[in-house]
C-alpha cells in the first residue's frame, strides 16, 4: 500500500497519470531501457550521460538493440545520427536532466522538437534535477516551484511531447526510491514486467 500511496503522490506532483516505483534509478534504467527499444530499436545517447544509463545502453545492445553516443548536447550531431533511420524503428534518444559532473542541462524544447521530426522519443533521467528544478522559474525563484522537475521547468507535456521522465528520491529527498512515468494502466503494467521490478529482492 505504501509504494501505491507514493506513485500517487509522485504523478500529483509531476501531473501525469501515473507513476512506477523502482528501488533505485540504477535498477529501473537497466530493467526498462532493454524492454523499450527490444530486439530493434536504436538508443541515441548523449556522450555525457550517467554511467548508470550507458551501462543499460550496453545491455539493451546485447539483446539486439542498436547503441550510438553522440556529442554532448550536439544537436547537430543527433539530428545527422537520427537522419540515418526509418521513421518507422523505434529511436530512445537518452539524456540527462542535469549532468552530474558539469550541472550544464539539455535545451529540452529543442530536443522535443528535433525527437518529433524524426519520430523519437526521448528518455531523461532527472535524478539530479528532480526535487530542485521545478515549473514556472523566475528571477526571484530561477529554480523554479515545487521540484517537480525538467519537464515542468521548460513547461512541456510529458506524453504529448514523448517523454519518458526517470527520476529518483535519492538526491534532494535523501530517500531510497525511484520512478518512472506511465500515460496510462497498460504501459505501467508493461514497464511491471521489468526483470529488475519483478527480482529486486
Same mark, same amino acid.
Given at each position: 500500500?505504501?509504494?501505491?500511496?507514493?506513485?500517487?503522490?509522485?504523478?500529483?506532483?509531476?501531473?501525469? =497519470?501515473?507513476?512506477?516505483?523502482?528501488?533505485?534509478?540504477?535498477?529501473?534504467?537497466?530493467?526498462?531501457?532493454?524492454?523499450?527499444?527490444?530486439?530493434?530499436?536504436?538508443?541515441?545517447?548523449?556522450?555525457?550521460?550517467?554511467?548508470?544509463?550507458?551501462?543499460?545502453?550496453?545491455?539493451?545492445?546485447?539483446?539486439?538493440?542498436?547503441?550510438?553516443?553522440?556529442?554532448?548536447?550536439?544537436?547537430?550531431?543527433?539530428?545527422?545520427?537520427?537522419?540515418?533511420?526509418?521513421?518507422?524503428?523505434?529511436?530512445?534518444?537518452?539524456?540527462?536532466?542535469?549532468?552530474?559532473?558539469?550541472?550544464?542541462? =539539455?535545451?529540452?524544447?529543442?530536443?522535443?522538437?528535433?525527437? +518529433?521530426?524524426? *519520430?523519437?522519443?526521448?528518455?531523461?533521467?532527472?535524478?539530479?534535477?528532480?526535487?530542485?528544478?521545478? +515549473? *514556472? =522559474?523566475?528571477?526571484?525563484? =530561477?529554480?523554479?516551484?515545487?521540484? *517537480?522537475?525538467?519537464?515542468?521547468?521548460?513547461?512541456?507535456?510529458?506524453?504529448?511531447?514523448?517523454?519518458?521522465?526517470?527520476?529518483?528520491?535519492?538526491?534532494?529527498?535523501?530517500?531510497?526510491?525511484?520512478?518512472?512515468?506511465? #500515460?496510462?494502466?497498460?504501459?505501467?503494467?508493461?514497464?511491471?514486467?521489468?526483470?529488475?521490478?519483478?527480482?529486486? #529482492?
Amino acid at each position: 500500500v505504501i509504494y501505491e500511496e507514493l506513485e500517487e503522490e509522485l504523478a500529483k506532483l509531476l501531473g501525469v =497519470p501515473d507513476v512506477l516505483v523502482f528501488p533505485s534509478v540504477t535498477l529501473l534504467q537497466i530493467g526498462v531501457l532493454p524492454l523499450l527499444t527490444g530486439s530493434n530499436g536504436v538508443i541515441l545517447g548523449d556522450i555525457a550521460a550517467h554511467r548508470c544509463i550507458y551501462e543499460a545502453c550496453c545491455l539493451a545492445q546485447q539483446k539486439g538493440s542498436q547503441f550510438i553516443q553522440y556529442r554532448h548536447n550536439d544537436l547537430n550531431d543527433l539530428a545527422e545520427k537520427l537522419a540515418k533511420y526509418p521513421l518507422e524503428q523505434v529511436k530512445i534518444i537518452v539524456i540527462d536532466g542535469v549532468y552530474s559532473m558539469s550541472a550544464d542541462f =539539455p535545451d529540452l524544447p529543442a530536443y522535443v522538437r528535433l525527437a +518529433k521530426e524524426y *519520430n523519437a522519443f526521448i528518455y531523461m533521467d532527472d535524478a539530479h534535477g528532480f526535487g530542485i528544478l521545478g +515549473k *514556472n =522559474p523566475s528571477s526571484d525563484m =530561477p529554480y523554479g516551484y515545487k521540484g *517537480n522537475g525538467m519537464v515542468n521547468y521548460f513547461d512541456l507535456q510529458f506524453a504529448e511531447d514523448n517523454i519518458i521522465y526517470v527520476a529518483g528520491l535519492s538526491k534532494a529527498y535523501s530517500s531510497y526510491a525511484a520512478f518512472l512515468t506511465c #500515460g496510462d494502466r497498460q504501459i505501467k503494467t508493461n514497464f511491471r514486467n521489468a526483470w529488475t521490478a519483478i527480482f529486486s #529482492g
